[in-house]
């Protein structure tokens, strides 16, 4: 499965040589677009099996097709960590997704039969499924997050880590990358307390009642994203039993809310929207992607719509916003671009 979208990373990448030509309308649904490409696919020629070689080279060149449109289309993270679903998903239903095709050549070449043809794939259909495989932290760039959570018990500092576990167990359940706090793109910064609560009327089993207090803070910038309080008992058959429960039952609900708000934050903050005009086809847009994630200060980009010339491209900076974004571009080489209108999380530019 995994050579099958190396495959397709391939027809990315050589999309220069096959060719594309640009977004078309529909002939099914006018309302949609369709992208153009042209591909190549190859079979080996088995036992003289000349006609069985040719439907499979057919069948390689249209999944070198949708190749090519998920190589712009999805995120690099999504492309990795995603290999199986997209191969399963998508690879294997590839006439799902291509609404007519032609073959412009077809040819033995020593022990292989060559296939190329011109396809047009409905990019909604595509793009929808694309989006549908990702996790909502990988659509924001896949930030890796870090802990930095003290704790204390009836105001004695511990040396524990019951609400760093807690959280960082429901941040990786919803997709999110958790490392090291000194590696990580966000913090996750505060304290927990707990203290003793009562013992009376609970047979023998001790009430602790605990806090917890967290922010988290953008690496480098230490701009924080989102903050939250929240408070929980917890009862168990010993002090340090019940401590550790309250801590724990605190960072439980905790996680949710503010899982949601640096999400939202994320989205705000962390993506700069590229309006780039003047490409005019989709080799133009395949070779500026390329380019654009090659940039050191990039995470990562994918493109929300292309049409009439006109691509949005969101793009998730490691660091800075827009205006960092807009020096950078001009300054690379392979593609150049004249930026029009920088704002703080905005950025519209065409190419040269």
């Not at 909502?136 to 704790?151: A, H, S």
């Not at 707990?194 to 609970?202: I, M, Y």
Request: one cysteine or more; aromatic letters at 6%; charged letters at 25%.
């Amino acid at each position: 499965m995994t050579n099958r979208l190396t495959r397709m990373l391939l027809a990315a990448a050589l999309c220069a040589a096959a060719g594309c030509g640009g977004t078309r309308k529909s002939a099914l649904n006018p309302a949609y677009d369709t992208e153009v490409v042209e591909a190549e696919g190859m079979a080996p020629v088995i036992d003289g099996n000349l006609e069985g070689a040719r439907k499979t080279a057919l069948g390689e060149a249209m999944k070198n097709a949708l190749g090519l449109v998920v190589g712009v289309y999805v995120s690099q993270d999504a492309l990795v960590s995603k290999s199986v679903l997209i191969d399963e998903s998508i690879t294997s239903q590839s006439e799902g997704y291509i609404e007519k095709y032609e073959t412009l050549k077809e040819w033995r070449d020593g022990e292989f039969y060559k296939t190329r043809i011109r396809a047009h794939v409905r990019k909604e259909d595509l793009s929808a499924k694309l989006r549908s495989l990702e996790t909502e932290p990988q659509k924001l760039g896949n930030p890796v997050i870090g802990f930095d959570i003290t704790e204390s018990a009836d105001s004695k500092p511990q040396q524990t880590n019951y609400a760093e576990l807690e959280l960082k167990n429901r941040f990786s359940e919803a997709g999110f990358i958790t490392g090291e706090k000194d590696k990580a793109d966000i913090v996750i910064k505060g304290e927990a307390q707990t203290s003793f609560n009562t013992r009376e009327g609970l047979g023998g089993f001790v009430s602790y009642r605990a806090g917890i207090s967290v922010s988290a803070v953008k690496q480098g910038s230490q701009e924080t994203l989102a903050s939250t309080q929240e408070s929980a008992g917890g009862i168990d058959l010993n002090d340090t039993a019940a401590a550790r429960a309250s801590i724990i039952n605190a960072a439980k609900k905790a996680a949710e809310p503010f899982k949601e708000k640096i999400l939202t934050a994320l989205r705000e903050k962390s993506i700069v929207r590229l309006n780039l005009a003047n490409v005019a086809t989709m080799n133009d847009l395949s070779d500026f992607t390329k380019a654009l994630r090659n940039i050191p200060a990039v995470r990562a980009s994918w493109v929300r719509g292309y049409s009439g010339g006109l691509a949005v491209i969101d793009v998730s900076m490691h660091k800075g916003g827009a205006a960092d974004l807009s020096q950078l571009l001009m300054k690379n080489s392979k593609r150049p671009v004249k930026i029009n209108r920088t704002s703080s999380y905005d950025l519209d530019a065409e190419l040269q």
